[in-house]
Nanobody, 125 residues
Framework: QVQLVESGGGLVQAGGSLRLSCAASGRTFSSYGMGWFRQAPGKEQERKFI??????????YYTDSVEGRFIISRDNAKNTVYLQMNSLKPEDTAVYYCAAAAQGYGSRAGSYNYWGQGTQVTVSS
């Protein structure tokens, strides 16, 4: 069992930066692939993939819209995964979720076994 708690969200102006953190409980954190997803405002919006990182941190994968602006990283000693978000745009406004995958990692939400409660990021123009 893994419990995930996101933090670091907030209100920022366009062009600014935020760093999200996701703290995980459980002794097996280092064996999980981790991902970040976001859900834009609106009831019908689905959670969309942002970035993922392998258990070792050696492999990373981003969706095209954030490539070059966002950086995913992890510190297995601290049971934490991060999402550094730079050059933020109003369209980045969403609730951001971290997720843990017991096997592998990837862009499909269905691949992930555990989810955090989300943290709101709002980018003003």
């Amino acid at each position: 069992q893994v419990q995930l708690v996101e933090s670091g969200g907030g209100l920022v102006q366009a062009g600014g930066s935020l760093r999200l953190s996701c703290a995980a409980s459980g002794r097996t954190f280092s064996s999980y692939g981790m991902g970040w997803f976001r859900q834009a405002p609106g009831k019908e919006q689905e959670r969309k993939f942002i970035a993922a990182i392998s258990w070792s941190g050696g492999s990373k994968y981003y969706t095209d819209s954030v490539e070059g602006r966002f950086i995913i990283s992890r510190d297995n000693a601290k049971n934490t995964v991060y999402l550094q978000m730079n050059s933020l745009k109003p369209e980045d406004t969403a609730v951001y979720y971290c997720a843990a995958a017991a096997q592998g990692y990837g862009s499909r939400a269905g691949s992930y076994n555990y989810w955090g409660q989300g943290t709101q990021v709002t980018v003003s123009s």
